[in-house]
């Protein structure tokens, strides 16, 4: 059982920048792929982003391309989201999540979640 613990939200304005964090305990496995996923109010959990822990390979939303980026610190066992020029849209709760294999947009695959983090973005 691995154990995700998200930090580093807060209530900021547009144009600024956010890093979140996600640090990771218990059976973590260097073959997996760790997620960032968000759900605001009254809408599905989407996927943000997605590495894998042995690196190289990342994967991004339309919405947050260009804007985010997703990094490891595998001595850490930590995953980054530094989220650049947000936007209210932006606004949601940010989880992080982690699964065997590859990254996918699929969140039913993700087997481990954090408790999640809230990001407040206002106008």
């Known amino acids: 059982q691995v154990q995700l613990v998200e930090s580093g939200g807060g209530l900021v304005q547009a144009g600024d920048s956010l890093r979140l964090s996600c640090a990771a305990s218990?059976?973590?496995?260097?073959?997996?792929?760790m997620g960032w996923f968000r759900q605001a109010p009254g809408k599905e959990r989407e996927f943000v982003a997605g590495?894998?822990?042995?690196?190289?390979?990342?994967s991004y939303a339309d919405s947050v391309k260009g804007r985010f980026t997703i990094s490891t610190d595998n001595a850490k066992n930590t995953v980054y989201l530094q989220m650049n020029s947000l936007k209210p849209e932006d606004t949601a709760v940010y989880y992080c999540?982690?699964?065997?294999?590859?990254?996918?947009?699929?969140?039913?695959?993700?087997?481990?979640w954090g408790q999640g983090t809230q990001v407040t973005v206002s106008s």
């Open positions: 218990g059976r973590t496995s260097s073959s997996g792929a």
């Open positions: 590495i894998r822990w042995s690196g190289g390979f990342t």
């Open positions: 999540a982690t699964k065997l294999g590859s990254v996918t947009y699929n969140r039913y695959l993700y087997e481990s």
